[in-house]
């Protein structure tokens, strides 16, 4: 959207019909990528996410291997056509630092001390981006990490809220923010739990929020974070009862 509108929410609707508490329409999509351990898609909208897991594998070159424990090394990257406007070719800062919070996201989750000296290699590559993209990855990477048996504490599930304004400006709790929402919105925070050890494990904030309506869009995310915990237990139980 180029210009500014002149609301996000009106008449107890969002832009895009929505209400305050719902997100967008989910998918899941086992083993898209057939050559890596695990893989998995993860649809929000029209944000897609493909996570694919390579690994444990012994670590080249030898000297970056860790004697204790398995390098988990994550790469995020948006693929050109993933965006209307045009992208730059290339990891740039963003991608760097979405790379470096998907790893941080799953080191503390993944029994890593079982693969001393091996690298554990994810991929989280976006087809198409309508916001919350790191979010989606973190959801697919939880995915494709199980679909690889590689043993976790939890799987690591995330929904992201944010703070979009009504005609008047005064601001109003949602989640799963969508692109609109996240260029012109006063607040959005990217947030993901491991909810069988109740960790938070990724968490950051755009703009501002009172306590109050951080505390909100939390628990708002809490129960869709329940939501989508289950549709990936069902998306996981479903692959490996097909494949026995
Ligand atoms: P996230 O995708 O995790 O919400 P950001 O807040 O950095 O991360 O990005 C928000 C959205 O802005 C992205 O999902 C994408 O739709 C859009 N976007 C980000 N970088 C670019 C880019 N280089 N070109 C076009 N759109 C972009």
């Known amino acids: ?11 107890s609707k969002r832009l895009d019909g929505r209400n305050l508490d719902d997100y967008r329409k989910m998918k899941i999509k086992m083993d898209v990528v057939p050559n890596a ?22 670590m080249h070159p030898r000297r970056l291997a860790l004697p204790d424990k398995a390098l988990l090394r994550a790469k995020y990257d948006m693929f050109s056509f993933s965006v209307e406007d045009r992208k730059r070719p290339g990891p740039g ?6 790379s ?4 941080e996201a799953f080191r503390s989750v993944v029994f890593l001390e079982k693969f001393p000296r091996t690298v554990i290699d994810l991929f989280v590559s976006v087809t198409q981006a309508d916001a919350s993209t790191r979010i989606t990855g973190i959801n697919a990477a939880s995915l494709a990490l199980a ?7 939890s799987l690591v599930v995330g929904v992201t809220f ?12 949602a989640i799963d923010v ?21 960790d938070v494990v990724l968490l950051q904030m755009d703009g501002d929020m009172t306590k ?3 505390d909100k869009g939390k628990k708002m995310a809490d129960k869709a974070i329940d939501v989508v915990y289950k549709a990936q237990i069902k998306a996981l139980k479903d692959k490996f009862e097909v494949s026995k």
């Open 100 to 103: 470096k919070v998907t790893a």
């Open 162 to 173: 944010g703070k979009i304004y009504d005609e008047k400006g005064v601001g109003h709790v």
């Open 1 to 11: 959207m180029e210009t500014k509108p002149k609301y996000l929410y009106k008449n």
């Open 178 to 198: 969508d692109k609109p929402e996240d260029q012109w919105g006063m607040a959005d925070v990217a947030y993901a739990r491991a909810p069988a050890t109740g």
């Open 147 to 153: 679909a690889a048996g590689i043993p976790m504490r």
């Open 37 to 58: 351990q695990g893989s998995a898609e993860v649809i929000f909208g029209k944000t897609k996410v493909t996570a694919a897991v390579h690994g444990p594998r012994v």
């Open 93 to 98: 800062r963003r991608e760097i630092e979405i």
């Open 212 to 214: 109050e309506e951080f």
